[in-house]
């Protein structure tokens, strides 16, 4: 089992600029494999934003390449996402997930909400 928690979220302008964080909190001696950020907009489904491998590599939805980053630190079991020239449709409850290598089960955060309006 592993424990994932989200933060950073919170209400910004268009144009400006978030960055959520993720911790995940593998049993001693678990590997992480993937981890990654999905979002769920009002009425819409859960969609892939970013995702980042342990090996670095890394996978963005169209609507965000070029403004979101996807950044992690293997040895403290965190992803980031940096999030720049933030649009209304990029409002969302954001989710964090973090994959347990030996099953390639996802284990997912609570959310964090956020919300791009003038």
């Known amino acids: 089992q592993v424990q994932v928690v989200e933060s950073g979220g919170g209400l910004v302008q268009p144009g400006g600029s978030l960055r959520l964080s993720c911790a995940a909190s593998p049993r001693s001696g678990s590997s992480i494999g993937t981890m990654g950020w999905h979002r769920q907009a009002p009425g819409k489904q859960r969609e892939l934003v970013a995702t980042i491998t342990s090996g670095l590599r890394t996978n963005y939805a169209g609507s965000v390449k070029g403004r979101f980053t996807i950044s992690r630190d293997n040895a403290k079991n965190t992803v980031s996402l940096q999030m720049n020239s933030l649009k209304p449709e990029d409002t969302a409850v954001y989710y964090c997930?973090?994959?347990?290598?030996?099953?390639?089960?996802?284990?997912w955060g609570q959310g964090t909400q956020v919300t791009v309006s003038s």
């Open positions: 997930y973090a994959e347990l290598k030996v099953s390639s089960y996802d284990y």
